[in-house]
């Protein structure tokens, strides 16, 4: 079984940053991808950006150049590093891992952003 559970999401203005953390434990062999969605209210969840297992990056347009991700493969921690936040960017951000071929989730984490 493996958990992922998600931390750094909170209030902050237009045009500021936060950081959002993923910690996976348990049976954690074999990552494929890890990375970021995020579903604001009414809306369908979408993608924010994930990390393959090689280094590879892949962001949704709407994010590059503001979002970065990253990944601490020692502690088994994916990092999304968001600047620029726009009112429009509120919404869950949730954690996403593929593990062999089983997708998880973690919990997600509110991130709100004011005008």
């Known amino acids: 079984q493996v958990q992922l559970v998600e931390s750094g999401g909170g209030l902050v203005q237009a045009g500021g940053s936060l950081r959002l953390s993923c910690a996976a434990s348990?049976?954690?062999?074999?990552?494929?991808?890890m990375g970021w969605y995020r579903q604001a209210p009414g809306k369908q969840r979408e993608l924010v950006a994930y990390m393959s297992s090689g280094g590879s990056t892949n962001y949704a347009d709407s994010m590059k150049g503001r979002f970065t991700i990253s990944t601490d493969n020692a502690k088994n921690t994916v990092y999304l590093q968001m600047n620029s936040l726009k009112p429009e960017d509120t919404a869950v951000y949730y954690c996403?891992?593929?593990?062999?071929?089983?997708?998880?989730w973690g919990q997600g984490t509110q991130v709100t952003v004011s005008s």
């Open positions: 348990g049976s954690i062999f074999r990552v494929n991808t």
């Open positions: 996403n891992a593929i593990i062999f071929t089983t997708v998880y």
